[in-house]
Nanobody
Framework: QVQLVESGGGLVQAGGSLRLSCAAS????????MGWFRQAPGKERELVAG????????YYTDSVKGRFTVSRDNGKNTVYLQMNSLKPEDTAVYYC?????????????????WGQGTQVTVSS
């Protein structure tokens, strides 16, 4: 079993940066591919970025390419999402999730474990 705890959200002005962290419990973290999802009010949950279990393959949705960077440190059981040049449309609750697969998938229902979410608010 894997438990996930996000941190690092907050309020930031447009153009600013935030770094989200997702700390995982359990010794099998390195076997899980990780995804960062977000959900804004009235919208569906969407995959923002993902990184495979080894850390040599990443995915980004088009709207964040060039601004967000996902990384992981399997020694620390932690995955990160560095968010730069933030825009008001990035405002959402951000969740990290773990799936027991070798590659990133965008289907939220396939993920095995979820964190509680952290709020990111970008003011204009």
């Amino acid at each position: 079993q894997v438990q996930l705890v996000e941190s690092g959200g907050g309020l930031v002005q447009a153009g600013g940066s935030l770094r989200l962290s997702c700390a995982a419990s359990g010794r099998t973290f390195s076997r899980y591919t990780m995804g960062w999802f977000r959900q804004a009010p009235g919208k569906e949950r969407e995959l923002v970025a993902g990184i495979n279990w080894i850390g040599d393959s990443t995915y980004y949705t088009d709207s964040v390419k060039g601004r967000f960077t996902v990384s992981r440190d399997n020694g620390k059981n932690t995955v990160y999402l560095q968010m730069n040049s933030l825009k008001p449309e990035d405002t959402a609750v951000y969740y990290c999730a773990a799936v027991y697969r070798t590659h990133v998938t965008g289907v939220a229902g396939t993920y095995d474990y979820w964190g509680q979410g952290t709020q990111v608010t970008v003011s204009s």
